[in-house]
C-alpha cells in the first residue's frame, strides 16, 4: 500500500503550470484523485514528490505555501483513511476512494465538491467543469484553506464576490462563479450537508448581462480572405507573405465556419464524410439537436479540399482533434488553441477585433442582414438569444433561398475586397 504526488505537465503550449495528482496504490490496483493544486514544473521537487516553497521575498511564496499546507493536510488523511481501514480487515482500492471521499465530505466545500465532480463526470462533464472552476477559484480567495460548508453565509457570499470585482472580472463572469456557487450549496442543503440559510445569495449578482455583439464587416472578412489569397482561389492580387501552417489552418477553419452560415467550432470538428453528399452539408447541431442544410460553395470545397490529405482514414472532414485524450478534453485545447491564434490572425490583418470562434457566427448573420437577406430567414436573432426560433423560421424555407442568401454574403465579401 502506497500512496505519493506527482506533477503531470500542462499539455498547452508555451509556459503554463501543471496539475498535482496524488496516486494511490494498493496491490495490482491503483487511482488519480486530482489535489485541485497546479504548480509550475520548476516549482516542483520530482525526488521528494512535493511543492518547492521559495523564499519568502518571492511573488510566489504565499500560493506556493499554501499548496504544500493543502497537499500535507491531505496526505494525512489519506493515512489516517487507510489506518481506519486496515483496522476493519481486507480492503480494496474502491474502499479507499469511498472511505477518503466520506472523510472529506463531512462538512468541507472542497470535499464536497469534489465527491459532486466524480458523480457527474462522465454524464455532465461541463458542470464538473465548471465546479471545479469554483473550486480553484474559491481556493484562491482562501489562500488554499478549506472553509466548511457551514462557513458559506450572507458574509462569505458577499466578500467572495469583492475578491471577484477586485480582481477586474466582468459581471457576466462573477454571475458565473455566483451561480455556480449556489448550485453547490442547494445541493449540499438537498443533502442535509448544511441547514440552508435564506437568501444568502440575494446580494450578489447572478443575473446574464447582454454582451455586445462582435461581428466584422465584409470589408474586415476580406482582409482575413487576403491574408492567404491562394486558399480559397479568389481573384485577389499575389504577393501576400506566407502564413505559418498553424495560421494557415485557422484561417481556413474560421473562413469555413463563416461561409458555411455561420457554422459553430464544435459542430464544425465534429462533421463526418458522412455529412457530405451532393453538394450540402447536413449535420445536427450539438447545441439544439437541430438538423442544418448547408449548400457547399466553391470555396469550402477548397477549404475542405486543403485538410483532406490530414483527414484519411479518420472518417472526419477536419483534422483538428488529434487522439490520446478524452473527447471532451481534446475538443476544449483545439478550441483554446484556435482562438488564440485566431487573436494573431487579426493583428496580421489589421482589423483591430478580438477575434474568436463565435465571430464567424455573428459575423454571417451581421453581413447578410446588411445584404438585405430577409429577417426571417437569417435574423440578429442567429445568435444566443433565440436560436431556436431562427430555426424554426428556417426550416419552412426552401433550400434555395439559403442558397441565395449565402450567394449573395459571398458577392458582398468580393466587392469589399
Request: net charge positive.
Amino acid at each position: 500500500m502506497s500512496f505519493k504526488y506527482e506533477l503531470r505537465p500542462s499539455e498547452r503550449q508555451g509556459r503554463y503550470p501543471g496539475s498535482v495528482y496524488l496516486v494511490v496504490i494498493h496491490g495490482s490496483e491503483s487511482f488519480r484523485l486530482s489535489t485541485r493544486c497546479k504548480v509550475y514544473p520548476e516549482e516542483w521537487d520530482n525526488h521528494s514528490r512535493t511543492v518547492i516553497v521559495p523564499h519568502h521575498t518571492s511573488a510566489r511564496h504565499n500560493s506556493l505555501r499554501a499548496v504544500h499546507a493543502k497537499l500535507s493536510q491531505m496526505y494525512l488523511e489519506y493515512e489516517r483513511t487507510v489506518e481506519c481501514l486496515s483496522d476493519k480487515g481486507d480492503f480494496t482500492v474502491a474502499d479507499i476512494r469511498a472511505a477518503f471521499h466520506s472523510r472529506r465530505i463531512s462538512g468541507t466545500l472542497f470535499g464536497f465538491v469534489e465527491l459532486l465532480c466524480s458523480e457527474m463526470q462522465e454524464k455532465k462533464p461541463r458542470t464538473a467543469k465548471a465546479y471545479g472552476s469554483v473550486l480553484r477559484s474559491i481556493t484562491a480567495y482562501c489562500n488554499g484553506s478549506d472553509p466548511r460548508l457551514s462557513q458559506i453565509n450572507r458574509a462569505f457570499v458577499e466578500a467572495y464576490e469583492s475578491h471577484l470585482k477586485s480582481r477586474g472580472l466582468k459581471p457576466n463572469t462573477i454571475s458565473f462563479y455566483m451561480r455556480n456557487l449556489r448550485a453547490i450549496y442547494n445541493k449540499a442543503v438537498a443533502r442535509n450537508m448544511v441547514i440552508g440559510g435564506k437568501y444568502i445569495f440575494r446580494n450578489v449578482y447572478t443575473g446574464v448581462a447582454k454582451t455586445e455583439k462582435r461581428a466584422l464587416d465584409a470589408k474586415q472578412v476580406g482582409r482575413l480572405m487576403a491574408l492567404d489569397p491562394g486558399m480559397l482561389d479568389y481573384n485577389f492580387q499575389s504577393g501576400a507573405p506566407p502564413l505559418p501552417p498553424e495560421l494557415r489552418d485557422a484561417l481556413a477553419i474560421f473562413l469555413f465556419c463563416f461561409l458555411a452560415q455561420g457554422m459553430s467550432f464544435v459542430d464544425m470538428v465534429h462533421l463526418r464524410r458522412e455529412n457530405l453528399s451532393g453538394g450540402r452539408l447536413t449535420y445536427k447541431r450539438k447545441k439544439t439537436g437541430q438538423t442544418i442544410v448547408v449548400p457547399v460553395c466553391r470555396e469550402m470545397k477548397s477549404i475542405l479540399a486543403y485538410f483532406s490529405g490530414r483527414t484519411k482514414g479518420t472518417g472526419y472532414l477536419f483534422p483538428v482533434m488529434p487522439g490520446g485524450k478524452p473527447s471532451r478534453m481534446r475538443y476544449e485545447s483545439a478550441l483554446r488553441m484556435q482562438n488564440m491564434r485566431l487573436k494573431r490572425l487579426a493583428v496580421l490583418a489589421g482589423i483591430g477585433e478580438n477575434l474568436s470562434t463565435h465571430v464567424s457566427r455573428h459575423s454571417w448573420a451581421t453581413i447578410a442582414k446588411n445584404e438585405n437577406v430577409q429577417l426571417s430567414v437569417i435574423s440578429e436573432a442567429l445568435g444566443h438569444n433565440s436560436e431556436t426560433t431562427t430555426r424554426i423560421y428556417l426550416d419552412s424555407f426552401a433550400k434555395n433561398v439559403l442558397d441565395k442568401a449565402n450567394e449573395k454574403i459571398r458577392r458582398a465579401i468580393k466587392r469589399a475586397v
